[in-house]
């Protein structure tokens, strides 16, 4: 078979791979610090040679910052987009790497062979995962099962300014059937994972207002409203006592998980008590009556993420305040409408403003959740793929936060994305000491290898 | 009689009276400026050499900040103290002043006239009703008709540093059978007063804690607990639906009202409409079986005086915070213990703290409720001279505050205190502008006058 061809040509030409992925991590592409700008031009370039050199169509593109840069393959049957970045975070604190962060190496570790440096994981190795399966089906092959399109990008870890503008001038180059997304993990650090849903998000930057100024609470104390009482008392009433939000409608556009999935994610066996644990709690404090993946995954929320009013200094002022602030994201799922969202919510805080109290309300800001739908038989094809090359099965996972790049996808292009990655929850990306496993880098390739033929049956 | 001729006297020499006060007010004796350290000397000087030449036997005491003046005049019947301070506020922002605050002057407005000057209500044209009063009574009989010593401060409004030291150095020669403090205001500027009861105080500054750093809210959001949540719960809890405090035997030692006082208060008709509407409310927001003026003098309070957690900045950062704090204050009365309610509030937290939070208090501060006991005949002869001076019939009434000199007479050297005072409301004090009404001081001075009378007899 063609595929086992290609899977022996990537476990043979490994070294060589492995080889390819440190030059690439030698150059301090961070993009965030203009020092390094001509560094991040450097690996764009170093990666347009790179695809050339695969024949495919590849050229730097520049952009206001960083360039970007496109590849085209012809090929018959589905068309994808893959996307990586090819810029990394900052090193400091410095003093806490034990080898220079730009001086990658191979170390042996007591889990195996990892690649160690900045970028080993977010997102270099990850995005050459996908480029050394191109390689191995090119080199047994001479082409590609299916037509690919490569998309890197070198402001990920700076906010990304130049992105949807260059997706909007280049929006049919840049149109796919389905983009492919590096740059997320495996579930637990052994499940292969396709991330599927995302949460939207709505956030509210509000403030109650009360007396004309500041009273002294020995003189208004007891007689006059106080603001702080009265937000506290708004957020409270925010859930009931089994944990559910208790805005009018709130839970009207939430779906319920398909069977399938449901049981996939029984099936993962999340271990709540570690992941909890490792921040110190131990209790999951959520809806009383949805599993801990649901709360985190598929189950909207709403987090009060600041507040503050009146004296918060040193020592004690007794002052009764004019007024008292918060700050409250909601996570949305399924087709909740952040505008409904925020019409429930300011609808609740006016609900239990006494009188003489009013509130402002800052601008609010949303974005609907993200949910991939896997009707699309890539979804399918690739799942399989990856429950061919691990041991254990994989997983159509949720996502708790959002993933800039899968909206832009959708929102700009209109494409769904399969967000599929290999990187460990030990990685210690962003920190000093950030390493990809040899097995992550090995076996992401040959999923890839997998997936390209899934696809093109 | 008698008191008819110290009256007339007092009529008689208003013109002199009142240079001697704008002589004083010329002393810019800002205690909190070092740069005035000298004209606050300059100020105890002058008051001692009054005194002097008014047959006291005055004297200034060094302290560690500015100096005390001690004068004690001889005589029969019973012993008072009377207390006042030297010291004025800072005068900025001095660009708001129509007139130099050291330069005052008589001005005529469409209320009468008035005496312009900072320190004219704040306190030197209060203390020196009292001077003036005694002067009247020495040239009329040449001598006071009952025993009386004289106690000025000039740390009154930068703390109070060197006070309760110099009583407990000095608490024989300072304690007498009761003192009048000159340092408050009529009630509503028309109805002369003497307050009775001042409230106590519990402080709390404590901290709500859970996971072990910030999480974030897509990663965690709906699974771990929010401090914030738990400490809005908290608040909410403190009051039920009618404004009472929730806490375990709050109230058990709130007395009620006396009739009398009952009876006096609601003569004061007062307009809390319009206080209430001075700072921009309307509706009384407390306790919904209580009178507006319970409220703020006879019932205890909680309020809430500074809330703080998660990002508080510009724009959004979607935290989960690891802590979330507050800072509470207890406004006490009657017989309540400020460690009763300290206790009674770690139990309200520690009830309502879920699994895998805890509480972490500062420690907390408090001093109970004072209560002038009006069955000391002093209160009642007060009342009945201040009725005969001023067109409305005296009141005993309460203070929402602490008037920490009050507490430190009670503590420190075992006396009550009556706080009589004539300041009217559109004083401004510690303001550009500070006044004194000339009918204050005038009538101010006749009521001492006929206070000594009563008194003695």
Redesign the interface.
Known sequence: MTLDAVLAHIDAELPKATDRLLDLLRIPSISTDPAYKADCDRAADWLVDELNGLGFDASKRPTTGHPMVVAHNDGTGPHVLFYGHYDVQPVDPLELWDTPPFEPALEDTDKGVVIRGRGASDDKGQLMTFVEACRAWKAVTGSLPIRVSIFFEGEEESGSPSLVPFMQQNAKELTADIALICDTGLFESAVPAITTQL?G?V?E?FTIK????D????????????P??I???I?????DETGHITLEGFYDDVPELSDDIRSQWQNLAFD?AG??GD?????????QDRT?LE??WS???C??????????GDG??????AE????I?F?LVGQQDPDKIHEAFVKHVKDNL???FTVEFTPS?GAPASQMSTDNPAFEKSRQALSDEWPRPAAYVG????IPIAGHFKEVLGMDAMLIGFGKDDDAIHSPNEKYDMESFHKGTRSWARILAALAE
Do not use: Q
């Open positions: 949460r998000m956030t930057d009360g007396a004309a100024r009273l002294h609470s020995g003189m208004y104390g007891g007689l006059a409203g106080n702080i009482h937000l506290s008392d957020i409270a009433k925010l859930h709540h992941y909890l921040v110190g709690l131990s209790v999951p404090a959520g809806e801990p709360m985190i189950r909207p929320t987090e009060v993420n600041g507040i503050w009013g009146g004296y918060t004690f002022k007794t002052v009764l305040p008292a602030s918060a700050k994201s996570r006494p009188s003489d800001r996502c708790g936060g959002s």
